[in-house]
């Protein structure tokens, strides 16, 4: 498809201008839209600029937040595009225990005698104890 350059277009509210695509055409960075009149949206992550409140618990890059520590108090979390912000509040939990496996799975002892079994859990964060 052949590209067209942008003009002016009543469906589009371009004070809040990034770059994209707007359907198939793309949008020079400075008059791109981030809002149009039909009320649908587009993604901007990726031209964002990200930031954290608190760094020690959360940082955020690309869109992608990683927990440092588990904190009762939320952090904000902040994307912004052409001086526009927009956030969210996120808070970093303690992995939770899912799960607890037991090996051996099957295990026959002799009378008098005893087997060792190991609990291993597994907890929300991938973890393994």
């Known amino acids: 498809m052949q590209q067209r350059k942008f003009r002016s277009n009543p469906h589009f509210d371009c004070r809040y201008a990034a770059y994209g695509f707007v359907g198939r055409v793309r949008v020079p ?3 791109g839209c981030r809002h149009v009149s039909n009320n649908s949206t587009q993604d ?9 409140s608190n760094t020690s618990v959360a940082t955020v ?11 009762a108090t939320a ?10 912000p927009g956030t969210a509040a996120l808070t970093v939990t303690a992995p939770v225990l899912q799960s607890i496996a037991v090996a051996p799975v099957n295990a026959a ?3 008098g005698t005893f087997t060792q079994f190991a609990a291993t859990g597994s907890y929300s964060d991938g973890s393994r104890i």
């Open 44 to 52: 901007l992550t990726a031209v964002a600029t990200w930031s954290s």
């Open 61 to 71: 890059a690309g869109g992608a937040a990683k927990g440092l520590v588990a904190n």
């Open 29 to 31: 960075a400075d008059q």
């Open 109 to 111: 002892v002799p009378v």
């Open 75 to 84: 952090v904000t979390i902040t994307a912004t595009v052409n001086k526009v």
